[in-house]
């Protein structure tokens, strides 16, 4: 039975818009797995993978980049992931950036994200290897979780039988909870430390005022801090200084003095230790005394002479007007 010219072109349509779909897929999953696009690779190195498989997603700063090439495990601590990474972000990916694995959502699929470095390197080329960051494992973060439960437990064992031995009054805690009289006792030192405290704020408060009262120019400190009686004070004690100084020297003289005439040098000690000499001077005296005498005597005689007897007479009343004079 020959197809009829409809039913040939219904098949001929079904097999252009099957061919039109597996073209579009080809090219959305080729697109997606950056196989049509210009590419290099770039590679980074790993401990651990955490369950990455070849065609996740790369991804720089949040956005997809590239893709997962291949996985080649050197050994037991050395992974090298070769990543096809578009040519127009190399320029934006520098020397110090660093790779990550992380999760796509909490439970997607695993993706490797390139971190910025600093940006003062330079970029990479195609080819490089970047470094790597391994994240801590899930069954490493169960055990330290397992063990931080552990050890929470023995914690709060050991806090329950601390309180339990308080609240039994045990240990010295136990007794000042449940002791009243040394509750009382720490009351009372208590108010006796705050009386104290009272006691040495008001002495420290009167301290204060004292200190301030020293600068007021009614007591001998603020007279002091006064200028002008500073530099008077400063030149009464240049002339005691210099007085002092005077004394010293006149006391020296003298010792000097006494020392010479204790050694019997000077005329001093001539005149006081030669008894010819001091006869000589008491026969002079005497002579003195007695020519002083006759000269009275004479004097005298003059007075009654009648020559001299005017003479004399105008002497007294010249001394008589003198006194009047003296005496109005």
Do not use: C, W
């Not at 992931?81 to 699929?109: C, E, P, R, Y």
């Not at 002791?179 to 301290?207: G, P, R, V, W």
């Amino acid at each position: 039975m020959e197809k009829t010219t409809s039913q040939k072109i219904r098949l001929g349509l079904f097999v252009i818009i099957g061919l039109l779909l597996f073209i579009l897929a080809i090219y959305f999953i080729g697109n997606k797995q950056q196989m049509f696009g210009k590419t290099s690779h770039l590679e980074t190195v790993f401990n651990n993978v955490n369950g990455l498989q070849l065609g996740n997603n790369v991804r720089y700063s949040g956005i997809k980049v590239g893709t997962v090439q291949g996985i080649d495990m050197v050994n037991d601590t050395t992974i090298i992931v070769d990543m096809i990474i578009d040519k127009s972000i190399f320029k934006h990916i520098k020397k110090d950036a660093i790779a990550t694995i992380g999760s796509d959502g909490l439970v997607g699929s695993m993706v490797i994200n390139i971190v910025p470095g600093e940006g003062t390197m330079p970029a990479v080329n195609p080819g490089d290897q970047i470094r790597s960051l391994n994240r801590i494992r899930t069954d490493d973060l169960l055990n330290t979780l397992s063990v931080t439960n552990q050890n929470a437990a023995l914690l709060t064992g050991n806090l329950l039988t601390i309180t339990d031995e308080i609240i039994k009054g045990k240990g010295t805690v136990g007794v000042l909870l449940n002791d009243t009289l040394i509750a009382k006792d720490l009351k009372q030192t208590m108010s006796y430390l705050k009386t104290t405290s009272k006691n040495s704020s008001e002495s420290l408060t009167k301290l204060n005022q004292l200190i301030s009262s020293l600068d007021k120019k009614d007591n001998i400190i603020g007279v002091l801090k006064d200028t002008a009686v500073a530099n008077k004070i400063k030149n009464i004690v240049g002339n005691l200084n210099k007085s002092s100084t005077e004394i010293n020297k006149v006391v020296a003289n003298l010792n000097k003095t006494i020392i010479n005439a204790k050694e019997g040098k000077g005329a001093l000690n001539y005149l006081s230790n030669d008894p010819k000499l001091v006869k000589k001077i008491d026969s002079t005296m005497t002579n003195v005394n007695e020519a002083s005498k006759r000269l009275n005597e004479n004097l005298e005689a003059l007075k009654h002479n009648f020559l001299f007897r005017g003479y004399f007479r105008k002497l007294e009343k010249k001394k008589l007007k003198e006194q009047k004079k003296t005496a109005d």
